[in-house]
């Protein structure tokens, strides 16, 4: 069955948009509002209801229950580690794998046939939602994303085009097709979170302190607030058609939001945050937060309304869940630095994580961030055969 918002066609979508747009007061020019886009729920044969993934050990860990075996995924677990990846991906630009429903299945499939990981994440980017609206960017090879004209002004954010539902269809086209193939291994959605997108729209590029960011939500904060709203809406209906089109969870990455303080955080950018999630809580599904340097932000993080926090290398889950009181499941964080380390000191390091998060009230193995890149993808299929050897209980 496809969903009922994809299932309507353009035209009866925006009449409905725009009847419910009056009905709740929430029109503001022609941003769609979460009160308005939320109106999909997922289908009866999507994997989450029709006894696919629900028990999965991973969406079971999330849910905070007893799973059969400790489940583990790697961010970044797609990509430049695997020979059989860069052998698709020859002579074909970055966004362009992306919007190849084939290729972006078969990508999202490849690390776990590999590893036997217990998820996979789907292959897409952040930048992936701007694209498809229609604003200029490329991800350059050795850079990342790069826009072709920095967003910096009010005109310039009042300038965005606005994301359609229709212009997502290669996303969920590729997700119906990974799906099909992934069984009761459940796939796991993503999208960048508006201070992260964000940072690239207004820096233009990659940067390390994201100044550039932190000095508009002071300087003008109606612009930043605008231009957060519009990110919030963009990942938002990333999020909610990857959902719809059979994810069982969604990851929500805030990966630069570890470059504020907790009262920036606070008050510029949780808000946005809660209104990406906006879009797609009502479908019932796990969400996920998870950013870098984020030690001092994880209650504020949860905060915006999730499931499950993902933390990052520099903090010890024990730790981590003492801060949150205990409330969430948490989901990490083994340091990718130590993959490159003799086996018998990674291996001490994944024991000392399991150990850390058995104070938490569900535990899902990852890394504290992203596969490097010159990772032996042998040391990570030996990480998930040791972390499934270990009980459970
Ligand atoms: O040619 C290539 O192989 C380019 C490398 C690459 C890949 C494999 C980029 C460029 N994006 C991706 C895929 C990707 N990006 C995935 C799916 C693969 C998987 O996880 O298995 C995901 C979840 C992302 C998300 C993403 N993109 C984040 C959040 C996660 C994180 O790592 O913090 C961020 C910050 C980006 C931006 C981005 N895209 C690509 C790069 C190199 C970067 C980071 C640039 C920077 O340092 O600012």
Request: charged share 20%; aromatic share 6%.
């Amino acid at each position: 069955m496809i969903p009922a918002t994809a299932a309507a066609g353009p035209q009866r979508e925006t009449v409905c948009r725009y009847l419910l747009a009056l009905i709740f007061g929430t029109i503001d020019g022609m941003t769609p509002s979460p009160a308005v886009s939320a109106a999909g729920v997922l289908a009866a044969d999507h994997p989450l209801l029709d006894g696919r993934t629900a028990d999965s050990p991973l969406i079971t860990a999330y849910r905070g229950g007893k799973p059969s075996r400790r489940p583990v995924w790697f961010m970044r677990q797609a990509g430049r580690s695997l020979p059989e990846y860069l052998k698709v991906r020859e002579g074909i630009a970055m966004l362009d794998s992306c919007l190849r429903p084939e290729l972006a299945s078969e990508i999202t499939l490849q690390p776990v046939r590999r590893h036997d990981v217990d998820a996979g994440i789907f292959f897409s980017d952040i930048v992936i939602p701007l694209k498809l609206a229609g604003v200029g960017v490329d991800i350059v090879p050795g850079v990342g994303p790069v826009l072709d004209k920095p967003v910096r002004t009010a005109a310039d954010v009042a300038a965005l085009p606005q994301l359609t539902w229709e212009a997502l269809e290669p996303i969920r086209e590729a997700v119906r097709l990974t799906v099909a193939e992934l069984g009761k291994t459940p796939l796991i959605g993503f999208a960048g979170a508006p201070f992260t997108l964000a940072a690239y729209m207004v820096e233009g590029k990659p940067s390390r302190d994201h100044l550039g960011p932190r000095t508009m939500m002071h300087a003008d904060p109606d612009t930043w607030n605008a231009l957060a709203n519009w990110a919030a809406d963009a990942s938002g209906m990333f999020l909610q058609a990857q959902l719809e089109a059979g994810a069982s969870a969604a990851q929500l990455f805030d990966s630069w939001a570890g470059s504020l303080g907790l009262a920036d955080y606070t008050r510029f950018v949780a808000p946005a945050s809660s209104r990406a999630l906006d879009h797609v809580r009502h479908l019932g599904a796990p969400l996920i937060h998870f950013g870098t340097g984020t030690s001092e932000l994880l209650v504020a993080m949860r905060d915006v309304g999730v499931d499950v926090v993902g933390v990052d290398y520099r903090l010890p889950l024990d730790e981590a869940n003492r801060r949150l009181g205990g409330t969430v499941p948490l989901q990490g964080n083994i340091d990718p630095a130590l993959l490159s380390a003799p086996w018998d000191v990674l291996e001490a390091h994944v024991r000392e994580v399991i150990a850390a998060g058995s104070a938490a009230p569900g535990h899902v193995l990852n890394l504290g961030h992203g596969v490097p890149p010159e990772t032996d993808p042998a040391v990570l299929t030996r990480v998930v055969e040791l972390i499934h050897s270990i009980s459970p209980e």
